[in-house]
């Protein structure tokens, strides 16, 4: 088993940056591919970033792309997410999450075992 608690959430104003940070433990965490999913009031999970089980290779979603960067301490059992030039439209719930898929940067919901409960951030105009 691997518990993911996630915390760095909060308000924001647009333009704003927010660090998030999800904090593993459990089963071996550097194994692991980890990754980013928020979701919106009324809307789908969607997928924001992964990194893999080195922090070699990431992958973002084209919403956040050059706004966002994920990133992982294997020896801090921790992976983060910067968020840099917040827009209103990120608002949502963001969830961390660990994958037992071997190799590569998952982006699908399906592909991640392990969830955590989630951080609200909000981005005010």
């Known amino acids: 088993q691997v518990q993911l608690v996630e915390s760095g959430g909060g308000l924001v104003q647009a333009g704003g940056s927010l660090r998030l940070s999800c904090a593993a433990s459990?089963?071996?965490?550097?194994?692991?591919?980890k990754g980013w999913f928020r979701q919106a009031p009324g809307k789908e999970r969607e997928f924001v970033a992964a990194i893999n089980w080195s922090g070699r290779y990431t992958y973002y979603a084209d919403s956040v792309k050059g706004r966002f960067t994920i990133s992982r301490d294997n020896a801090k059992n921790t992976v983060y997410l910067q968020m840099s030039s917040l827009k209103p439209e990120d608002t949502a719930v963001y969830f961390c999450?660990?994958?037992?898929?071997?190799?590569?940067?998952?982006?699908?919901?399906?592909?991640?075992?392990?969830w955590g409960q989630g951080t609200q951030v909000t981005v005010s105009s």
């Open positions: 459990g089963r071996t965490f550097s194994s692991y591919a």
């Open positions: 999450a660990c994958s037992t898929v071997v190799g590569g940067t998952p982006k699908g919901i399906d592909d991640y075992d392990y």
